[in-house]
């Protein structure tokens, strides 16, 4: 790695995007300064440099800046040997689709924690639940995705499982029931050491204070457990 440059990660706190280079640059022990901004108050410096305006950036020395999570991960992947990415093409490519179905996945999970229409709650959910299916047959018969070592596509589904658990713990729901190898590599994951390290340690506070200052569904079905932790009959999540 060029030690001659300095990183800045540009971050928002409940970012899953963030979380996803926070856990590689924790991983590969990285030496990086940390800015968080708010995006609803994005401040005049950060628009001039992030070109659609979104988190997380990062700026390499004084000027030169990386956008996109999956291209900032390779980034640190690369420079910091040995790599977690592979090297063959075809097996290169394949991870990387699997970054973009990573990102879809988290998207629409975060999509369905924060909607406050039913309807769309309903059909987050249902999507969740069909695209889930790929990920339980590509752990078939391994410990992580891409065979028995971790690999960057698995740290790419870290903030699905730091989410998850953050659920499971708020409310007595369990989304990966029916997806055994799911559940159980989840499990793995969250506890690995950059996973820990790699998030904020406000996430679930920030979370749970934005899932009830915005009148979810997911409130507005358990306020009672939001509020005093009364635990609502059944599961919340799989209530219509
Ligand atoms: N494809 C991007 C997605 C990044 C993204 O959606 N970031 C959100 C925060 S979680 C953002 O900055 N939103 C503010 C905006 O787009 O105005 C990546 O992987 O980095």
Known sequence: MDKRFKHTLVAHKICPYCMKVLTVMRHKNVKFEIKFIETHNKPEWFLRISPLGSVPILIIGEEIVLSESAVIMEYIDEITPPKLMPDDPLEKAIDRAKFEFSNEIIRNLYSFIFSTEQEKFVRQKEWLMKHFKWIEEWLKDKKYINGN????????????????????????????????????????????????????????????????????????????????????????????
């Open 149 to 240: 070592e971790l690999s960057l596509v698995d740290l790419s589904f870290v903030p699905l499982f730091v989410a998850l658990n953050m659920l499971k713990s708020t409310l007595p729901c369990d989304m990966l029931k029916d997806f055994k190898r799911l559940k159980m590599y989840g499990e793995m994951i969250t506890s690995l050491p950059c996973v820990k390290t790699g998030r904020v340690p406000d996430y679930e506070f920030l979370m749970i204070d934005g899932i009830k200052s915005q009148n979810t569904v997911l409130y507005r079905s358990n306020p009672c457990y939001f509020n005093n932790g009364v635990k609502p009959q059944g599961c919340c999540l799989f209530r219509n």
